[in-house]
């Protein structure tokens, strides 16, 4: 298999405090693959590092062979990107939030038009594509963003915590738009999410992260099966992160519940 992103001895620091150290991760082509850990573990940052919005201090990252330090504008066409945070603007319609992101990534003017619809048909928001976003609900507006991450054909989807706040029908109706795009085009997924049994079922591989380093990368079942019969990937999970919170943790889940709150406002 190909690589879709390769990162080779990445490190990035916040004044005295080191996000992410040495990290070494290369993630196939067509993969769906998730990125795991406590908050404050250094997963944000990479996500980051790899969409190009922030510069890297140390180490290499390219994604589809096209360098994220000599090349950033190649390496946003190639991407899409739900954030943690809601980036919808609720005084447009469905479709002209799409429309504006079909802007933003160049698609070609002949073709906007008919790509919007394309986004929104795929994320089934169709019928109230000609509404105010302000009116949707959590879950519509979580694939609304989806539909502005596709609008662009990414060979990259990059989904960070775009589940967090959303009840369980809203989760599924997201992960089956996410699953239908990457049969369809191919795609390759990069994830992260603190639903272990999203991660479980939807990853091929995932990776374990706590403090800024990579503890563990493998197959669910392969990290399952290592800890012993009737372990969930839970276990794992606290297995290589450990049950105390670090300060940074704990601030990160202070913004977990920020953006639960502001889930649950729009739902």
């Known amino acids: 298999m190909s690589a879709a992103v390769e990162i080779q001895g990445v490190g990035y620091r916040f004044g005295e405090h080191l996000a992410v150290s040495d990290l ?78 079909a802007r933003l990534f160049d698609v070609p003017r002949r073709e906007r038009a008919a790509r919007v619809d394309e986004a929104l048909a795929l994320v089934e928001l169709s019928d109230v594509a000609d509404r105010l976003a302000s009116t949707y609900s959590g879950g519509m507006v979580r694939r609304l963003e989806l539909a502005q991450a596709l609008v662009n054909r990414p060979a990259l989807l990059v989904l960070d915590e775009p589940t967090v706040g959303l009840d369980p029908i809203a989760r599924h109706s997201v992960w089956a738009r996410v699953a239908e795009m990457q049969e369809r085009y191919g795609m390759t997924v990069v994830l992260t999410t603190h639903y272990m049994e999203e991660a479980d079922e939807l990853c091929d591989r995932v990776a374990l992260m706590h403090q800024g380093k990579l503890r563990a990368v493998a197959e669910p079942d392969s990290l399952k099966q290592s800890l012993g019969p009737h372990t969930s990937l839970e276990d794992v999970f606290r297995h290589y992160t450990g049950s105390s919170l670090t300060e940074d943790e704990k601030g990160g889940l202070r913004s977990v519940r920020a953006a639960r709150r502001t889930a649950g406002r729009m739902g």
């Open 24 to 101: 070494d991760l290369t993630i196939g082509a067509g993969e769906c693959f998730g990125l795991l850990g406590p908050n404050g573990a250094g997963k944000t940052t990479t996500i980051r590092l790899l969409n190009t919005l922030l510069p890297l201090q140390s180490g290499e990252i390219s994604v589809f062979g096209r360098d994220v330090r000599r090349d950033p504008m190649a390496v946003r066409r190639l991407l899409g990107y739900v954030p943690q945070q809601l980036s919808i603007d609720g005084a447009l319609t469905g479709r002209e939030n799409v429309g504006w992101f």
